[in-house]
């Protein structure tokens, strides 16, 4: 029996950064995000060996085994998948199981599309799918949050799990411990022509993202206005990108992306840097509208919207800088598992 399961990886279109606490527990916040044809992939095969397997099948040398036990050291490559694993026994199966797990994600971790998370979401639908767990999409995106984040004290924000879960463009709302998720009805049309000209850019750097939202979290505590202040307009700019995607406004998403740009970068000094603002600037004098890092800055992907046909000399434009622009499509399906 071979078990498999993909979830897409996303674009923060709009209120990046308003997800993380203690923002959100005060202020509450507002997201919206996008998915893209860009997967993290799991193959669970159960085994009666005794044994457990983690492998890369992209990197070979990346494979670690294990006798089965309750509990596995969340350490190492394959911190994430110990952790899915030592809640599933905790929480479901309460027994050891046997089995191999092979997963391989689009993008490279720091990409800035929420790799991590998503690669969570793919191997906790695995075991969803292998177990018959009874587990809904917020189950599953919740599920994540938890291992990712108190299990595994990693630092972020909440919207990746739960747009690798539910997949399409969402508006999520996220109000302390509460998180809700607004599917958006945006016409076909609109989302090809919002894929047609928006540029996905990616710059050959990674970030750390836990180091840049630490900061973002110190200034919250701190109550530095500055960086407050710059949360609640990524907020208002969540709100206008979602009425400017269902009325068809495409071209003003340049404007609107922009917007939140100057103030995502007033959230912490990290965000930004001088290889980042370089290609911004090229980018905007090729012909975009506007753009953003994808993610919590730092490095990774950057998109930027091009209008009529400005894309083409944006691209050119962006060649000087090392990276590689990434041919995509918007995709209305999150987790995915079936068995063979």
Same mark, same amino acid.
């Given at each position: ?39 993290? /992939? ?12 983690? %492998? ?10 294990? &006798? !089965? ?7 190492? #490559? ?7 694993? +030592?809640?599933?026994?905790?929480? #479901? ?6 089995? $191999?797990?092979? =997963?391989?994600? &689009? ?9 991590? =998370? ?18 809904? %999409? ?12 108190? &299990? ?9 799990? /739960?747009? @690798?879960? #539910? ?14 998720? +607004? ?8 989302? &090809? ?16 993202? @836990? ?9 919250? $505590?701190?109550? $530095? ?9 990524? $907020? ?13 406004? *495409?071209?003003? *998403?340049?404007?609107?992306? +922009? ?24 980018? *905007?004098? @090729?012909?975009? !509208? ?21 894309? /083409? ?14 041919? /995509?499509? #918007? ?10």
């Amino acid at each position: 029996m071979r078990i498999r399961s993909k979830a897409p990886l996303r674009l923060g279109l709009a209120g990046g950064g308003t997800d993380v606490s203690p923002f959100s527990d005060i202020y509450g916040g507002a997201i919206l995000n996008a998915t893209i044809n860009m997967y993290a /992939y799991t193959t669970l095969e159960p085994t009666d060996d005794g044994k457990i397997i983690f %492998e890369n099948p992209a990197r070979t040398e990346l494979y670690e085994e294990f &006798d !089965s036990c309750e509990e596995l050291k969340p350490e190492g #490559f394959f911190i994430l998948h110990k952790g899915v694993y +030592n809640r599933i026994v905790k929480q #479901f199966t309460h027994k050891p199981l046997s089995f $191999k797990i092979s =997963s391989f994600v &689009d993008s490279p971790p720091g990409s800035g599309l929420g790799t991590s =998370s998503t690669l969570v979401v793919s191997i906790l639908g695995a075991f969803v799918e292998w177990l018959k767990l009874p587990l809904g %999409e917020y189950d599953i995106a919740h599920l994540a949050y938890e291992i990712e984040r108190e &299990d595994l004290a990693m630092t972020g924000g909440k919207q990746d799990q /739960y747009a @690798a879960t #539910f997949g399409g463009f969402n508006y999520m709302e996220f109000i302390g411990d509460n998180v809700i998720v +607004n599917p958006l009805r945006i016409r076909q049309r609109y989302m &090809d022509e919002l894929a047609h000209n928006l540029v996905l850019y990616y710059t050959a750097t990674s970030h750390v993202s @836990a180091k840049i939202i630490e900061d973002q979290q110190k200034n919250v $505590k701190a109550k $530095k206005q500055k960086s407050i202040d710059a949360m609640l307009k990524l $907020k208002e700019q969540a709100i206008q990108m979602k009425e400017a995607l269902l009325k068809g406004d *495409i071209d003003s *998403i340049g404007e609107i992306l +922009n917007f939140g740009w100057q103030y995502k970068k007033q959230m912490a000094d990290s965000i930004s840097n001088e290889l980042i603002d370089k290609v911004y600037d090229a980018a *905007i004098n @090729a012909g975009a !509208s506007g753009g953003k890092i994808s993610g919590a800055g730092g490095g990774g992907f950057m998109f930027f919207y091009c209008p009529s046909t400005t894309r /083409y000399a944006v691209i050119d434009a962006l060649q000087e800088f090392g990276g590689q622009a990434k041919r /995509y499509e #918007f995709v209305n399906e999150g987790l995915k598992t079936w068995t063979m």
